[in-house]
């Protein structure tokens, strides 16, 4: 069903104050979830922290579930964390690795991850294997299943790079990952409100996510999805009461599911803001908002090519709402600072922030344009004209 973009924006007040490409970065927060947020620092404000969380239970508890329903999994199975490097790390620092064992990447791996691998190596002498793409830019599954030997202990694929459009072929890997019986943690800060993230779809044991970018949420807010058969693959790298229960001097228990994977104190206004992100969206309808993502990411990446000097370095078959581009001569920074001063917001993307693709292409530092659903074509025929004025000089 095609979306009412007039309602999409009239729902978004940083609409009015800004041109914003930067839903990679932060997604603008619609009103639900600024009322969620707000309603509920009121509420701590006037009854106290803990009662208004006790008040707000239901709302709560409903973030659990509708971040389970956007995914097809359990409420059981989620986490709430507090950004998607967090609950990555959750999963692939709960993992007991022996020297020798092996982990499985790909090129589009974020640094965050990466730097994660590169201690774990370390430490405990674990190998890391870097599959190449193909050559239409996304992972090469072939070369994936053929590099899995009985010493791979773990997957780590990034499904959309912090650099670019690529969407990997998540539901691919998840195949191979179940035929060989290897545990498969996804990274789906990216694309969680930009494409299908279902869990069953795509085959996957863990997964991770933000809540500011395509979700939409307010920022300081993640998730992590455990299936509830993977559970006893990773042990909890840190326990607190929630996680586990003291049950004797000597003695603990986890906790069931996810929950073993949380912190007991955190951020509940944004929690429960996350929760009615993802309520709006389950509401817009996910499928609508990811082909109203694509269509103004096509458009843009269109438009761009035609500037003169402009290269456009998204990679993939499918491609979703990350614009990146550099130009010949002016640099991405300048740019940038230019469009800042229009009130066009965009990031750059940094080659250290994606160090294995950025080396293998030779990528500069680009700008990093990218659209959501609530993003306009006659925003897109302003920014073309700002970034032609710009390198025009
Ligand atoms: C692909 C990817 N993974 C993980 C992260 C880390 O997310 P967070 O900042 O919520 O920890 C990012 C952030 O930009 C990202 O682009």
Not at 2 to 18: F, K, N, S
Not at 239 to 260: E, P, Q
């Amino acid at each position: 069903m095609a979306l009412d973009i007039d309602q999409l924006r009239a729902d978004t007040p940083g609409c009015d104050h800004v041109l914003h490409f930067n839903s990679a970065g932060a997604g603008l927060m619609p009103i639900p979830v600024l009322d969620a947020m707000q309603g509920h620092l009121v509420r701590e404000s006037l009854i106290g922290g803990y009662e208004a969380h006790h008040a707000a239970d239901d709302d709560y508890r409903d973030t659990y579930a509708a971040i389970a329903e956007l995914l097809g999994a359990k409420p059981t199975e989620i986490a709430l964390m507090e950004n998607a490097t967090r609950a990555w790390d959750q999963v692939f620092y709960g993992m007991s690795f022996n020297p020798g064992d092996r982990v499985i990447t790909a090129h589009a791996s974020y640094a965050s991850n990466y730097l994660a691998m590169l201690q774990q190596q370390k430490r405990h002498g674990i190998e890391i294997d870097v599959i190449g793409n193909d050559e239409s830019g996304q992972v090469d599954t072939e070369a994936l299943e053929a590099a899995i030997t009985e010493l791979t202990r773990l997957i780590c694929l990034t499904h959309i790079p912090t650099n670019g459009g690529l969407i990997n072929p998540a539901a691919e890997v998840g195949r191979i990952a179940r035929k060989h019986n290897v545990p498969y943690l996804l990274d789906a800060c990216q694309s969680a409100g930009q494409t299908d993230i279902n869990v069953e779809r795509i085959g996957c044991d863990f997964l991770s996510s933000t809540g500011r970018k395509y979700l939409r949420g307010p920022r300081g807010t993640g998730f992590l999805y455990v299936r509830t058969e993977s559970l006893d693959l990773i042990e909890p790298p840190f326990l607190d009461l929630h996680a586990a229960d003291w049950i004797g001097r000597n003695d603990y228990k986890l906790a069931d599911g996810a929950a073993r994977f949380e912190n007991w104190e955190g951020f509940v206004a944004g929690k429960i803001a996350l929760g009615a992100a993802v309520r709006y969206l389950l509401e817009l309808g996910p499928e609508s908002v990811y082909e109203q993502i694509a269509r103004v990411a096509t458009l843009l990446r269109t438009r761009l090519s035609e500037i003169p000097g402009v290269t456009v370095h998204d990679l993939g078959r499918e491609k979703g709402g990350i614009v990146t581009f550099s130009h010949v001569s002016t640099d991405a920074t300048r740019i940038k600072h230019e469009l800042d001063r229009r009130g066009i917001n965009t990031n750059l993307a940094v080659p250290k922030w994606a160090r294995l693709d950025a080396e293998d292409r030779g990528l500069p530092t680009m700008i990093r344009s990218s659209v959501h659903a609530y993003n306009t074509e006659g925003e897109v025929d302003r920014f073309v004209t700002a970034v032609r004025e710009i390198t025009d000089r």
